[in-house]
């Protein structure tokens, strides 16, 4: 069975750029979390999407969005890049809403550098 | 009230022995404490997880052990193997929230 999908893997932009980030979850799966991971440090909540709807948005600016397709796939959108969102951006998918189990099923990410 | 702090940052143990990792949360509302292992260039794996309706969960040679009072909890790996070098997170969740709160890591080496 496949587990979680993300693409793309690596990616370089500029400061002032945007980035789309997409992430498929296991098949059965219907949510869908984003976490931001600094290196050094531990994965930050950054949303939970679950049935479509926006479920849970952790502490980031507004220049940080995301969507859930019916297929239950999703994007993640970045505006406005800074140097501070180059981080590792991982993708998770839970059968229920991940608050309510805590197992999330990661992919393994897409690292994202700003020059 | 939403941090889980986590010790040490980093930890080397020489196989066999045993490593601990600690963890401390002050949101009493949580209710589901799961450890993830992330091996260099992939996403965290869950490991082992815990309710705090019990004291200890053992599987395999991976313990957690619950103090609720204290609110704390800590994962034990005995007999460690240089495959377990890697770095854990222990982490928090509460199905109010939505979300699981992770801690900073500490990152395991075993050395032979």
């Known amino acids: 069975d496949a587990g979680v999908t993300q693409s793309p893997t690596h990616l370089i932009k500029t400061r002032g750029q945007q980035v789309t980030l997409r992430c498929s979850p296991i098949?059965?799966?219907?949510?869908v979390s984003w976490y931001q991971q600094v290196l050094g440090q531990g994965p930050q909540f950054i949303f939970q999407y679950y049935e479509k709807e926006e479920r849970g948005r952790g502490n980031f600016p507004d220049r940080f969005s995301a969507r859930q397709f019916p297929n239950y796939s999703s994007e993640l959108n970045v505006n406005a890049l800074l140097l501070g969102d180059s981080a590792l951006y991982l993708c998770?998918?839970?059968?229920?809403?991940?608050?309510?189990?805590?197992?999330?099923?990661f992919g393994e990410g897409s690292r994202l550098t700003v020059l | 009230q939403q941090q889980v702090k986590q010790s040490p940052q980093s930890l080397i143990v020489q196989k066999g022995g045993i490593s601990i990792i600690n963890c401390a949360y002050e949101n009493t509302a949580f209710d589901y404490f799961p450890w993830y292992q992330q091996f260099p260039g992939k996403g965290p794996a869950l490991l082992i997880a815990i309710r705090p309706d019990v004291s200890e969960k053992k599987e395999g040679r991976f313990t957690i052990s619950f103090n609720k009072s204290a609110k704390q909890f800590s994962l034990h790996i005995m007999d460690s193997q240089p495959g377990d070098s890697a770095t854990y997170f222990c982490a928090a969740s509460n199905g109010g929230y939505q979300k699981v709160t992770f801690g900073t890591g500490t990152k395991l080496q075993v050395i032979p």
């Open positions: 098949s059965g799966h219907k949510s």
């Open positions: 998770a998918s839970s059968l229920g809403l991940a608050g309510e189990t805590g197992e999330l099923f």
